[in-house]
């Protein structure tokens, strides 16, 4: 099992830049497969961006060259970058641990609001 806590969210002015960390405790932090997703008010929790254990990425259209996902396993950190924020970037983030054995086992963090506005 592993503990998610997030930090890093605030109030930024668009344009501007955050980066989310996302420090996990337990063992085996290199063999889950990390994620940030976020959620609006009234809509569904979305994938934002995720890295494997290979460090492999995958990011949601929407954030596609202006966010970087990245992992330090060493720290048991996992990052999020977020530049050119925009006021749609507003939403609770929160960070996914996966780790797939015979079935795929799913832990979050308490989550970290980012605001964007002026």
């Known amino acids: 099992q592993v503990q998610l806590v997030e930090s890093g969210g605030g109030l930024v002015q668009p344009g501007g830049s955050l980066r989310l960390s996302c420090a996990a405790s337990g063992r085996s932090f290199s063999d889950y497969e990390m994620g940030w997703y976020r959620q609006a008010p009234g809509k569904q929790r979305e994938l934002v961006a995720g890295i494997t254990s290979g460090r492999t990425t995958n990011y949601a259209n929407s954030v596609k060259g202006r966010f970087t996902i990245s992992r330090d396993n060493g720290k048991n950190t996992v990052y999020l970058q977020m530049n050119s924020l925009k006021p749609e970037d507003t939403a609770v983030y929160y960070c996914?641990?996966?780790?797939?054995?015979?079935?795929?086992?799913?832990?979050w963090g308490q989550g970290t609001q980012v605001t964007v506005s002026s």
């Open positions: 996914n641990a996966r780790l797939i054995l015979h079935r795929a086992y799913d832990y």
